[in-house]
Nanobody, 122 residues
Framework: QVRFVESGGDLVQPGGSLILSCTASGFYFNIYHMAWFRQAPGKQRELVATITRRGSTNYYPDSVKGRFTISRVDANNTVFLHMNNLKFDDTAVYYC???????????????WGQGTQVTVSS
């Protein structure tokens, strides 16, 4: 069974930094592209970062580009999200997921973890 366990969320002041972790199981982690998403209250879930299965290519929307970095450690089935210069608008529950199929990014799988809460507040 596919499973994601996210951790690392916290209350942080604007301009602060956090590192989120996601440990995955139930599939061959090293052959799938991975991604981080977030969902703020009252808003749709949005993609914030993707990383290819070899970690060679990453994607970031303009809202987080230059501030967020995604990385992975295949030996530990773990994907990370390094977040710097956090802003109020980054407040959300953050989730990781895998590509729904092999090959180029097609979107997330149907299984979601509990997520980890990031709150940016002064």
């Amino acid at each position: 069974q596919v499973r994601f366990v996210e951790s690392g969320g916290d209350l942080v002041q604007p301009g602060g930094s956090l590192i989120l972790s996601c440990t995955a199981s139930g599939f061959y982690f090293n052959i799938y592209h991975m991604a981080w998403f977030r969902q703020a209250p009252g808003k749709q879930r949005e993609l914030v970062a993707t990383i290819t299965r070899r970690g060679s290519t990453n994607y970031y929307p303009d809202s987080v580009k230059g501030r967020f970095t995604i990385s992975r450690v295949d030996a530990n089935n773990t994907v990370f999200l390094h977040m710097n210069n956090l802003k109020f608008d980054d407040t959300a529950v953050y989730y990781c997921n895998k590509n729904r199929q092999l090959g180029s990014w097609q979107g997330p799988d149907d299984f979601w973890g509990q997520g980890t809460q990031v709150t940016v507040s002064s």
